[in-house]
């Protein structure tokens, strides 16, 4: 089936620690975002990217990076830098960055422990 | 910068009933704007989007209107059922690649 795959669905991270979560499309789509949800505020994002090896940063970058060495994949790497990381992470895409309907993944959980 | 309002924040009503979600944005230059829902603990679905040329767009019970020009869109449910129990969110795209998301409003509805 197409869509957006995210891994891992629950992840643990200890102090200092950098994480990484993927997100993998088979959409064939040319834009992928990354967003963050925190329990009653709305999704805000922390990188989108348009194409291959670029990527822009959203309002809330600071503490992550991302790469975007292939059309269908998308990771996001959460450093020891962001100080606050627990909370939902969403990957999404869509076939432009305007005018299209965008497709999300299921969601990563990551709690500092 | 772009904000989006989404009242209200959570909604409850008993099965049947035909419900109206509100959603309001700032910057009345937008290219398009979705409705989506989202269950607990999940990812987002999308419902409807409509773009800036439209007026309202419609699937099965569902049926969202814009007026841009306002800065307004709504969602009609119409025959609510307990399986519509979820958080629904709307969002515009403004043009600067990205989408601006409201808070949501949870809505609950009872058997």
């Known amino acids: 089936d197409g869509g957006i795959t995210q891994s891992p669905k629950y992840l643990f991270r200890k102090e200092g620690q950098n994480v990484t979560l993927s997100c993998e499309q088979n959409l064939n789509h040319d834009a992928m975002y990354w967003y963050r949800q925190d329990p009653g505020q709305g999704l805000r994002l922390i990188y989108y990217?348009?194409?291959?090896?670029?990527?822009q940063k959203g309002d809330i970058a600071e503490g992550y990076s991302v790469s975007r060495e292939k059309k269908e994949s998308f990771p996001l790497t959460v450093t020891s830098a962001q100080k606050n990381p627990t909370a939902f992470y969403l990957c999404a895409s869509s076939g432009t960055p305007s005018g299209n309907t965008i497709y999300f993944g299921e969601g990563s959980w990551l709690t500092v422990v | 910068k772009q904000e989006v309002t989404q009242i209200p924040a959570a909604l409850s009503v008993p099965e049947g009933e035909n419900l109206v979600l509100n959603c309001s944005f700032t910057?009345?230059?937008?290219?398009?704007l979705q409705w989506f829902r989202q269950d607990p603990g999940k990812g987002l679905t999308s419902l409807l989007l409509i773009q800036s040329s439209q007026r309202e767009q419609t699937s099965g019970r569902l049926n969202a209107s814009l007026d841009k020009s306002s800065g307004r869109s709504t969602l009609y449910i119409a025959a609510s059922q307990p399986g519509d129990s979820a958080t629904y969110l709307c969002a515009v795209f403004s043009g600067y690649s990205t989408l601006t998301f409201g808070k949501g409003t949870m809505l609950l509805v009872s058997p």
């Open positions: 990217s348009q194409i291959v090896n670029d990527f």
């Open positions: 910057d009345s230059a937008i290219y398009n």
